[in-house]
């Protein structure tokens, strides 16, 4: 079992930063992409940005340039630091691991206010 816990959401006026965390405990098992996901009201969950085993990263067009993913290897925590925040940016934002099985986390909500 795998458990993922994301943390750093909150407020931020846009123009601003956040750090969003993703901490993984649990059994070790095979994980080959970490990545995270957002859901804003009223909309489907939409991939934000993935890094895979060897630290490949990938990133939704809306937010390239301003967010970076990184860390999620074996007992590192996952990072996504976003900057230049827009009001479309504000969603609930989840933790997802894949390998053999998929994780989600619980996930953190990120408010931009224009």
């Known amino acids: 079992q795998v458990q993922l816990v994301e943390s750093g959401g909150g407020l931020v006026q846009a123009g601003g930063s956040l750090t969003l965390s993703c901490k993984r405990t649990?059994?070790?098992?095979?994980?080959?992409?970490m990545a995270w996901y957002r859901q804003a009201p009223g909309k489907q969950r939409e991939l934000v940005a993935t890094?895979?085993?060897?630290?490949?990263?990938n990133y939704a067009d809306s937010v390239k340039g301003r967010f970076t993913i990184s860390g999620g290897s074996p007992g590192n925590t996952l990072y996504l630091q976003m900057n230049s925040l827009k009001p479309e940016d504000t969603a609930v934002y989840y933790c997802r691991a894949s390998g053999d099985f998929e994780y989600w986390g619980q996930g953190t909500q990120v408010t931009v206010s224009s």
């Open positions: 649990g059994v070790a098992v095979r994980i080959n992409t």
């Open positions: 890094i895979s085993s060897v630290g490949s990263t």
